[in-house]
Nanobody, 127 residues
Framework: QVQLVESGGGLVQPGGSLRLSCAIS??????????IGWFRRAPGKDREGLSC????????NYADSVKGRFTISRDIAENLVYLQMNSLGFEDTAVYYC??????????????????WGQGTQVTVSS
């Protein structure tokens, strides 16, 4: 089973940046997960898919709401996936989660296609 731990959240001013990290614990077999995605849940809103990156070739996908501001990347050797977030606004305040696709291949950002989740990290954008 894939285990995920997010870190890097915090308080940031509007226009600022943060980098979130997702530490992945999995076996050495490539079949353990196909991709890692980043999601968020803002107060009173549904969970929103932001970005994902595949394990085999690093293919990425972004939601329109973050395209051009957020960048997903990975460190294969360290089993880490990052989410660099720039130009943050009040609307980016949320709990951010990383999750793994372990059953269905692809880069879809539907949260129901991800089956292992971290505990989340809070990001608050405030002046």
């Amino acid at each position: 089973q894939v285990q995920l731990v997010e870190s890097g959240g915090g308080l940031v001013q509007p226009g600022g940046s943060l980098r979130l990290s997702c530490a992945i614990s999995a076996s050495e077999f490539n079949e353990d997960y196909y991709a890692i995605g980043w999601f968020r849940r803002a107060p009173g809103k549904d969970r929103e898919g932001l970005s994902c990156i595949t394990r085999d070739d690093g293919t990425t996908n972004y939601a329109d709401s973050v395209k051009g501001r957020f960048t997903i990347s990975r460190d294969i050797a360290e089993n880490l996936v990052y989410l660099q977030m720039n130009s943050l606004g009040f609307e980016d305040t949320a709990v951010y989660y990383c999750a793994a696709r372990t059953v269905v291949r692809g880069t879809n950002l539907d949260p129901y296609e991800y089956d292992s989740w971290g505990q989340g990290t809070q990001v608050t954008v405030s002046s």
